[in-house]
Nanobody, 126 residues
Framework: VQLQASGGGLVQAGGSLGLSCAVS????????VGWFRQAPGKEREFVAA???????YYADSVKGRITISRDNAKNTVYLQMNSLKPEDTAVYYC?????????????????????WGQGTLVTVSS
């Protein structure tokens, strides 16, 4: 499984940005796909995930501002980010795991995901 994250860029605070994670090699609907982010000097943290069955889960810090979705026909998972804040600045990574048990205790853990994309940088200016 290969993942290709794209869509990062520079945006002003309050703006919006959409990220894409193109999955190749396998059918995305058989995988849980998560988005994580890592700011300079900080640990990688969970942002959002979508299960193989379509359930979604979000970190508390992004609820109401970020939406994860999936297009099975395009084998792609999206992360729509609105009302962006400077603290959202980070490299965003998408990750996938085959039929991950979709519980809060597992979907937010980096160790639960076997496949990772290369990351895309999001910079939010104040």
């Amino acid at each position: 499984v290969q993942l290709q994250a794209s869509g990062g860029g520079l945006v002003q605070a309050g703006g919006s940005l959409g990220l894409s994670c193109a999955v190749s090699g396998r059918t995305v609907s058989d995988y849980a796909v998560g988005w994580f982010r890592q700011a300079p000097g900080k640990e990688r943290e969970f942002v959002a995930a979508i299960s193989w069955s379509g359930s979604t889960y979000y970190a508390d810090s992004v609820k109401g501002r970020i939406t994860i979705s999936r297009d099975n026909a395009k084998n792609t998972v999206y992360l729509q980010m609105n009302s962006l804040k400077p603290e959202d600045t980070a490299v965003y990574y998408c990750a996938a795991q085959w039929r991950l048990t979709f519980t809060p205790s597992r979907v937010g853990r980096t160790a639960e995901y076997k496949y990772w994309g290369q990351g895309t940088l999001v910079t939010v200016s104040s």
